[in-house]
């Protein structure tokens, strides 16, 4: 083994594709993005397929029940974080796996003896103009009726009068049984020009709203990502201290693939990890493994049994871990080294391993780099953390709006697990800070225009699948004097005067 690696540590920005034959047939909309998650023999299809390469992050300000929703929904896969006990973990992976589309559980909701003024200070928050009213504020209670903020002028609205004395009494609204399907619930909102449809339960408590604004739903997401029973595809982070607690209930959950989330993979507790589920339950859940910079340890999990190698040390943009403790390796690099033990180790055994590049996305270029560079997918923290579905607040600083987002390595998240090497059960040192990130909105339109952007590339480069960029394509090393050209350059910027 060579002391020094003779080669630079370089990341995504160090390179730049060069454009291959654009065919006639290279338009976006022929161009694929589905990609593997899990390994599979040459020859055969991998378990569970992606329609888009992205995961987020196993962190507590990114993959919560909501964001794992809309991603799905887009294609894509979310880990929930792990950095919470096994049975909020569990209850959000059921959140996604019963999800309903178009059935909606209330986010706003009061109890009779709430004021008006209550329900308009609601209703702003959450930007919905009907509350439910059930027996206790909660959304899955005795269901008592609905008020419609926008029926009532605004001196109703600033008032002290009682919700009782207002709101729409179950007996004047039309409510439906659950087990209800959305064509029929969409039949009824029609018949009767309703704005929403209310569901109960058996015992009158409510189930869920399906909303008329909401009618073009399913038309609106192609590439929903589902499991056989047609229920949204969701992961779960994992740690290498409680497995075997967590693993059996997440997966009596109905979680769809798993991840060891670590700064440091590299560990026999990874690899003893792997082994006791592959134990449990052979080849009937994935597990990926992580994280890793190099082609020893890509081996040496995959010996283990993993189904995906997830890569990167130090990359991450919330993260300290080489100002810490000086080891990592640029992201680039990384991928690269891994990519090749991926390529000689199915060259050897026929099996394709699916490798993934977690953290340094910082422009969406870079995700297309990290594709071409070998990765099948990419994991994105900070992308994620900027949507509204995701966890963190969304606060105004300084004129600007701002997501926060922490590292789940800082005083905040305080996951001991993801960095314990088997000492104290607690997070030593921090290896990632607390910060924010600009507001994005919502997912779906800003995912849209990612991936907008990687088909755009790909038909520049001549190409119609992942496979064909990681295989076809050529990159150049940019130098620091190039780097330059990569945005306008001497030109003053309009409105910069
Ligand atoms: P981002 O997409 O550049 O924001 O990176 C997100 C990735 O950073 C995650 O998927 C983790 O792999 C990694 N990460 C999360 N928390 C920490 C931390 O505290 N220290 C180092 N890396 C972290």
Partial sequence: MEKIINEESRTFSEYLLIPGLTKKIHIPSNISLKTPLAKFSKGKSSALTLNIPFVSSIMQAVSNDKLAIALAREGGLSFIYGSQSIEEQALMVKKVKNFKAGFVTSDSNLTINSSMKDAYQLSKQTGHSII????????????????????????????????????????????????????????????????????????????????????????????????????????????????????????????????????????????????????????????????????????????????????????????????????????????????????????ETGIYIPICSDGGIALDYHITIALALGADFVMMGRYFARFDESPGKLVKINGSFLKEYWAEGSNRARNWQRYDLGGKEELSFEEGIDGFVPYAGSLKPELAGTMLKIKSTMSNCGVLSLEELRTNVQLTYISSMSLRENTFHDVQLKGSE
């Fill in 132 to 347: 439910a009213i059930t027996s206790d504020g909660k959304p899955n209670s005795k269901f008592l009726g609905t008020l419609d903020v926008s029926d009532f002028p605004v001196e109703i609205l600033n008032s002290t009068d009682l919700i009782s004395e207002h709101y729409t009494p179950i007996t004047k609204l039309i409510v439906k049984p659950e087990g209800i399907s959305l064509k029929e619930a969409n039949e009824v909102i029609y018949k009767n020009k309703l704005k929403c449809l209310s569901i109960t339960d058996k015992d009158s408590n409510l189930v869920s709203f399906v909303f008329k604004k909401d009618r073009d739903l399913r038309q609106n997401f192609p590439n929903e990502l589902v499991d056989n029973k047609k229920r949204l595809c969701v992961g779960a982070g994992i740690n290498t201290k409680d497995y075997k607690e967590r693993v059996p209930i997440l997966i009596e959950a109905g979680v769809n693939a798993l991840c060891i989330d670590s700064s440091d993979g590299y560990t026999e507790w990874q690899a003893e990890t792997i082994e006791w589920i592959k134990e449990e339950y052979g080849d009937d859940i994935i597990v990926g493994a992580g994280n890793i910079v190099d082609g020893r340890a890509f081996r040496y999990l995959v010996n283990a049994g993993a189904d995906f190698i997830k890569i990167g040390i130090g990359g991450g943009s919330i993260c300290i871990t080489r100002d810490q403790k000086g080891i990592g390796r640029g992201q680039a690099s990384s991928v690269i080294a891994v990519a090749n033990e991926r390529d000689k180790y199915l060259n």
